[in-house]
């Protein structure tokens, strides 16, 4: 019995796109969704009720973060997460392959699993299949990932033929460790790079050991947008119908659209909150840097047609000034808008969908948005 079921409510007509219902412990979530990213076991700068308010359904967090700090078995005796970050909603935790492999000083793989060093004081640390999770298991995320190696963009054939069949035994090993399936739905993650029967074999294999839902992983890592558009052609259709896709940090307003189209059902990005805080924010008409003297004196809201608590109460004159000003508040506002764009934007998909007027609906953003139509 696994912890979640998808129910597949409609396939458009127009695309690869679906509408679903992702049945979880906590909760369900409505899918194609986008996932905001609380990396910590939080979403920076937000709090639940807020995250609520936005309409956000399930929030991920970081085994390789909460593994160094402030540890698994902390959070486990605080009760879990949930518990510990008061998030009463669904939860997803990565693996802390990609942490390891980009934020820490990688000290070697091997077949049993990667030694590094923690990007916070330098200790030495051993991460494998089981252990990651293990750690997983100790902080009850309601989706959990199995560890792999996010391959680098620029690997040759060799390396990520290697890398893509290492990540497969390590998915073996994972389901084999995974000690509460009926409570934690483990995902696959597919590798195999920017190699299309690389792709084919990694899908095939992964699907071959029946987890409850599959990530596309080894994307969004520097590949031009085309590229992983042509990576997803090649490997969505080698997973099952009835299963949940994630594209793994895929966040761009564009690049969702593109995913959702190509079948993909759930995202996660840093990008809404990080450009956020460095005060870049969507709108409907393209993104704008706030900061930009034009706005100084700009008494409208960042985005008329939002619906967010910062478009309904602030002018971007005022949200340019917190910025200037350096004021904690800056991030909070702009946090919350481009949050709320991303997930009124998955809100006005899941519609589109439902209304089988997806590549319409595509076509009259990407114009209004300013992308050049490819
Ligand atoms: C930005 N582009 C991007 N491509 C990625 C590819 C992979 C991948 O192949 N395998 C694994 N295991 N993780 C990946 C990840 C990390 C996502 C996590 O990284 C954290 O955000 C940075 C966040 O942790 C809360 C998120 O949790 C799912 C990727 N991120």
Not at 37 to 63: F, R
Not at 111 to 122: A, I, K, N
Not at 146 to 151: G, K, N, P, S, V
Not at 307 to 314: A, P, Q, S
């Amino acid at each position: 019995m696994s912890a979640i079921r998808y129910e597949l409510i409609k396939q458009c007509k127009q695309s690869g796109a679906r509408l679903g219902k992702l049945h979880t412990p906590h909760g369900i979530i409505e899918t194609p969704i986008f996932m905001p990213v609380g990396t910590q076991a939080t979403v920076k700068a937000m709090t639940p009720e807020e995250l609520k308010e936005i309409g956000a359904q399930i929030i991920l967090s970081n085994t390789y973060h909460l593994y160094l700090r402030p540890g698994e078995r902390l959070v486990e005796r605080a009760g879990g997460l949930h518990e510990f970050m008061n998030w009463d909603r669904p939860i997803l935790t990565d693996s802390g392959g990609f942490q390891v492999f980009s934020l820490s000083d990688l000290r070697n793989i091997t077949e049993e699993g990667v030694t590094f060093r923690s990007h916070l004081d330098g200790s030495k640390h051993f991460i494998s299949p089981e252990k990651a999770i293990e750690i997983e298991n100790a902080l009850g995320a309601d989706i959990i990932m199995a560890f792999d190696e996010c391959t680098p963009y620029e690997a040759d054939y060799e390396y990520t033929k290697n890398s893509m069949e290492r990540t497969l035994r390590w998915a073996e090993r994972c389901k084999s460790a995974h000690k509460k399936p009926d409570k934690q739905a483990l995902f696959g993650i597919v590798q195999g790079g920017m190699f299309k029967d690389l792709r084919e074999i990694s899908a095939k294999e992964t699907v071959k050991m029946d987890f409850p839902g599959y990530a596309v992983g080894g994307l969004s890592i520097g590949e031009p947008k085309d590229i992983m558009y042509q990576v997803l052609d090649w490997t969505v259709p080698f997973l099952p119908e009835n299963k949940p896709r994630y594209l793994m940090g895929v966040g761009s307003p564009d690049a969702l659209l593109e995913g959702v189209i190509r079948g993909i059902d759930m995202f996660d990005c840093v990008l809404p909150t990080r450009i956020a805080r460095n005060g870049t924010v969507f709108t409907s008409k393209g993104k704008v840097v706030i900061k930009n003297a034009e706005h100084a004196e700009d008494f409208s809201p960042l985005d008329d047609e939002c619906d967010c608590y910062t478009c309904k109460n602030y002018s971007r004159a005022y949200i340019r000034h917190l910025f200037k000003a350096k004021e904690i508040l800056a991030a909070r506002l702009a946090t919350i808008h481009n949050l709320r764009f991303l997930l009124k934007l998955m809100e006005d998909i899941r519609r589109a969908i439902m209304e089988d007027s997806l590549l319409d609906f595509k076509e009259e953003f990407f114009k209004k948005y300013g992308y050049t139509q490819d």
